[in-house]
Nanobody, 126 residues
Framework: QVQLVESGGGLVQAGGSLRLSCAAS????????VGWFRQVPGKERAFVAAISWSGGNIDYAVSVKGRFTISRDRAKNTVYLQMNSLKPEDTALYYCAADSTFRSTAARSLSEYDYWGQGTQVTVSS
Protein backbone atom coordinates (compact mmCIF):
# COMPACT_ATOMS: atom_id res chain seq x y z
CA GLN A 1 0.00 0.00 0.00
CA VAL A 2 1.26 3.47 -0.92
CA GLN A 3 0.13 6.75 0.56
CA LEU A 4 0.80 10.01 -1.25
CA VAL A 5 0.94 13.47 0.28
CA GLU A 6 1.20 16.59 -1.86
CA SER A 7 2.58 19.89 -0.61
CA GLY A 8 3.91 23.17 -1.93
CA GLY A 9 0.76 24.74 -3.28
CA GLY A 10 -0.22 28.31 -2.56
CA LEU A 11 -1.04 31.70 -3.96
CA VAL A 12 1.38 33.24 -6.46
CA GLN A 13 1.30 36.08 -8.94
CA ALA A 14 1.34 35.43 -12.66
CA GLY A 15 4.89 34.83 -13.83
CA GLY A 16 5.91 33.37 -10.50
CA SER A 17 7.03 29.89 -9.54
CA LEU A 18 6.06 27.11 -7.19
CA ARG A 19 7.46 23.67 -6.52
CA LEU A 20 5.04 20.92 -5.63
CA SER A 21 6.18 17.82 -3.80
CA CYS A 22 4.61 14.38 -3.70
CA ALA A 23 5.96 12.39 -0.78
CA ALA A 24 5.20 8.69 -0.62
CA SER A 25 5.22 6.01 2.01
CA UNK A 26 6.25 2.50 1.00
CA UNK A 27 9.44 1.30 -0.64
CA UNK A 28 7.53 0.07 -3.71
CA UNK A 29 6.95 3.67 -4.74
CA UNK A 30 10.41 3.80 -6.27
CA UNK A 31 9.23 1.29 -8.88
CA UNK A 32 6.08 3.19 -9.79
CA UNK A 33 5.51 5.77 -12.48
CA VAL A 34 4.10 8.98 -11.06
CA GLY A 35 1.82 11.52 -12.63
CA TRP A 36 0.61 15.00 -11.79
CA PHE A 37 -2.94 15.97 -12.64
CA ARG A 38 -5.02 19.05 -11.98
CA GLN A 39 -8.68 19.83 -11.65
CA VAL A 40 -10.81 22.96 -11.54
CA PRO A 41 -14.39 22.98 -10.32
CA GLY A 42 -16.82 21.72 -12.93
CA LYS A 43 -14.14 20.19 -15.13
CA GLU A 44 -12.55 16.79 -15.41
CA ARG A 45 -9.21 16.04 -13.87
CA ALA A 46 -6.54 16.66 -16.49
CA PHE A 47 -3.07 15.29 -17.13
CA VAL A 48 -0.16 17.63 -16.42
CA ALA A 49 3.04 15.60 -16.35
CA ALA A 50 4.33 12.11 -15.67
CA ILE A 51 7.63 10.39 -14.99
CA SER A 52 8.51 6.73 -15.30
CA TRP A 53 9.89 4.71 -12.42
CA SER A 54 13.45 5.19 -13.65
CA GLY A 55 13.01 8.83 -14.60
CA GLY A 56 14.01 7.93 -18.12
CA ASN A 57 10.62 8.66 -19.64
CA ILE A 58 8.91 11.98 -19.03
CA ASP A 59 5.78 13.40 -20.60
CA TYR A 60 4.05 16.78 -20.37
CA ALA A 61 0.76 18.23 -21.41
CA VAL A 62 1.16 20.72 -24.22
CA SER A 63 -0.13 23.52 -22.03
CA VAL A 64 2.72 23.19 -19.54
CA LYS A 65 5.60 22.00 -21.69
CA GLY A 66 8.58 24.34 -21.36
CA ARG A 67 7.26 25.82 -18.11
CA PHE A 68 6.90 22.82 -15.79
CA THR A 69 9.51 20.22 -14.91
CA ILE A 70 8.82 16.89 -13.26
CA SER A 71 11.57 15.05 -11.40
CA ARG A 72 11.99 12.41 -8.75
CA ASP A 73 14.34 11.69 -5.90
CA ARG A 74 14.15 7.96 -5.38
CA ALA A 75 16.19 8.11 -2.18
CA LYS A 76 13.62 10.47 -0.68
CA ASN A 77 10.60 8.70 -2.20
CA THR A 78 9.48 12.06 -3.54
CA VAL A 79 8.41 13.41 -6.91
CA TYR A 80 8.52 17.11 -7.66
CA LEU A 81 6.75 19.42 -10.06
CA GLN A 82 8.63 22.66 -10.62
CA MET A 83 6.23 25.20 -12.08
CA ASN A 84 7.64 28.36 -13.63
CA SER A 85 6.05 31.23 -15.55
CA LEU A 86 2.74 30.47 -13.94
CA LYS A 87 -0.44 31.73 -15.56
CA PRO A 88 -3.91 32.33 -14.09
CA GLU A 89 -5.15 29.35 -16.12
CA ASP A 90 -2.81 27.11 -14.11
CA THR A 91 -5.04 27.69 -11.08
CA ALA A 92 -6.32 24.29 -9.96
CA LEU A 93 -6.17 21.59 -7.36
CA TYR A 94 -3.08 19.55 -8.17
CA TYR A 95 -2.92 15.82 -7.48
CA CYS A 96 -0.11 13.32 -7.70
CA ALA A 97 -0.80 9.70 -8.49
CA ALA A 98 1.19 6.47 -8.64
CA ASP A 99 0.92 3.68 -11.19
CA SER A 100 1.80 0.31 -9.68
CA THR A 101 2.01 -1.50 -13.01
CA PHE A 102 5.66 -2.02 -13.79
CA ARG A 103 6.28 -0.40 -17.16
CA SER A 104 9.01 1.63 -18.78
CA THR A 105 6.73 4.49 -19.75
CA ALA A 106 4.60 7.00 -17.88
CA ALA A 107 0.89 7.03 -18.60
CA ARG A 108 -1.35 10.02 -19.32
CA SER A 109 -4.61 8.30 -18.53
CA LEU A 110 -6.11 8.67 -15.06
CA SER A 111 -7.32 5.09 -15.21
CA GLU A 112 -3.73 3.78 -15.17
CA TYR A 113 -3.09 5.20 -11.71
CA ASP A 114 -3.88 3.24 -8.58
CA TYR A 115 -2.96 5.60 -5.76
CA TRP A 116 -3.88 9.24 -5.37
CA GLY A 117 -3.05 12.00 -2.96
CA GLN A 118 -5.52 14.49 -1.51
CA GLY A 119 -4.34 17.40 -3.64
CA THR A 120 -2.74 20.78 -3.08
CA GLN A 121 -4.30 24.03 -4.24
CA VAL A 122 -2.42 26.31 -6.62
CA THR A 123 -3.86 29.77 -7.23
CA VAL A 124 -2.26 32.16 -9.71
CA SER A 125 -3.42 35.76 -9.58
CA SER A 126 -3.30 38.06 -12.59
Amino acid sequence: QVQLVESGGGLVQAGGSLRLSCAASGRAFSNYAVGWFRQVPGKERAFVAAISWSGGNIDYAVSVKGRFTISRDRAKNTVYLQMNSLKPEDTALYYCAADSTFRSTAARSLSEYDYWGQGTQVTVSS
